[in-house]
Structures are given as structure tokens and as C-alpha cells.
């Protein structure tokens, strides 16, 4: 069982409203450093922190972190699916590596930002079926609101050679591929 793995060190900021249960804070942020990714099935992406004071802090949502301080998102535009289980890999895509993106949210709304790493799923019901499998890239977006989003809500950006007009006919593909199966 994974449960914890470890993600690039990334400054970020808390939400104070989340260290002192959501009773007060809010507005307030306290300096943090993300290093490890967790996962509960149903339950948002969560991380842990080390934060400024030294104090550790574990299970993090990831509406509570941002890259500076902003106005917050409410947890569904923040992702768009919970941790499909207990088993991931975490991995920073040098392809993508700070690479532009926008987000099209659950509210219609494009948000841009920049790539931070990929969560992706294994051994669980969801990820085994091509037409399910999401990765949950994370984003910090420009206003500072880390998000965790899938490839099919966010277009790429590398003004170099990407010229973005994704199909918005494409269709996941349903099928496994196998030459033994």
C-alpha cells in the first residue's frame, strides 16, 4: 500500500483557516514547503507540509495550498475527482516542467497557471479501465490556487510549437490494447 510518496520539494503557502479548523484564519497564510503527496480513496488530494514554525502538518487538502496568497477556490473547482485509492506514483514530467496550461473548471471558468508534477493512479478499479483512468496533474495557477486537474480539462501551452485547438470531438478510448490478450 502506498498511502504517501514523495513529490518535489515545492514552497507553497497554508491556509491558516485549515490550522485552526476552518474556526479562524481565513485571509491568513503561513509559509510552507509541500514534500510528500497523500491518498484516501474519496477524499481530495492531500499533501504534507513542513511550514515555517517547523511544525509538520500531514493530510492537507488541496484547496487549502497556494503558491502565494489568494483568494480561495471552493474544493470542486479545485479538482475535479477525489483519490481514485491508496495507490499512486508521483513524477515531475520534464516535458511539462513549468510548462504554461489552462484549466477549464466544473464552472465553465478557464483558469492559466503552470505545472508543478502528476499524481497517477495503479491498482485500483477506476485506473484499470481506459475509459476511467485520470492523472491528477498539479497546477499552481496564476492567482497562486494549486489545482489537480486531468489531461482532458487542460490544454497545453509552448507558444514554440503548440498551436492549441484540441477536437472537442475526441473521445476517451474505451479499448485495452494487448498483442497477448
Known amino acids: 500500500m502506498t498511502?504517501?510518496?514523495?513529490?518535489?520539494?515545492?514552497?507553497?503557502?497554508?491556509?491558516?483557516?485549515?490550522?485552526?479548523?476552518?474556526?479562524?484564519?481565513?485571509?491568513?497564510?503561513?509559509?510552507?514547503i509541500a514534500f510528500a503527496?497523500?491518498?484516501?480513496?474519496?477524499?481530495?488530494?492531500?499533501?504534507?507540509?513542513?511550514?515555517?514554525s517547523g511544525a509538520q502538518w500531514a493530510r492537507v487538502p488541496i484547496h487549502m495550498?497556494?503558491?502565494?496568497?489568494?483568494?480561495p477556490l471552493p474544493v470542486e473547482q479545485s479538482c475535479w475527482w477525489d483519490s481514485y485509492g491508496y495507490e499512486f506514483t508521483v513524477v515531475a514530467l520534464p516535458f511539462l516542467k513549468n510548462h504554461a496550461v489552462t484549466a477549464l473548471g466544473r464552472?465553465?471558468?478557464?483558469?492559466k497557471g503552470n505545472y508543478l508534477f502528476t499524481v497517477d493512479w495503479m491498482q485500483t478499479g477506476w485506473s484499470e479501465i481506459p475509459?476511467?483512468?485520470k492523472n491528477h496533474h498539479i497546477i499552481s495557477l496564476q492567482n497562486g490556487q494549486w489545482i489537480a486537474y486531468p489531461n482532458n480539462r487542460l490544454v497545453?501551452?509552448?507558444?514554440?510549437?503548440?498551436?492549441?485547438?484540441?477536437?472537442?470531438?475526441?473521445?476517451?478510448?474505451?479499448?485495452?490494447?494487448?498483442?497477448?490478450?
Request: aromatic residues 12%.
Open 3 to 32: 498511502l504517501i510518496g514523495e513529490t518535489p520539494f515545492t514552497t507553497c503557502f497554508v491556509r491558516n483557516e485549515f490550522l485552526f479548523d476552518e474556526q479562524h484564519g481565513h485571509g491568513e497564510f503561513t509559509p510552507a
Open 37 to 52: 503527496f497523500r491518498a484516501e480513496p474519496a477524499r481530495v488530494p492531500m499533501f504534507q507540509v513542513m511550514l515555517d
Open 65 to 71: 495550498i497556494c503558491s502565494k496568497p489568494c483568494e
Open 107 to 111: 464552472d465553465g471558468h478557464i483558469r
Open 131 to 133: 475509459n476511467q483512468h
Open 156 to 181: 497545453w501551452h509552448d507558444p514554440s510549437w503548440i498551436n492549441p485547438k484540441p477536437n472537442p470531438n475526441w473521445e476517451t478510448p474505451s479499448r485495452n490494447y494487448s498483442v497477448e490478450g
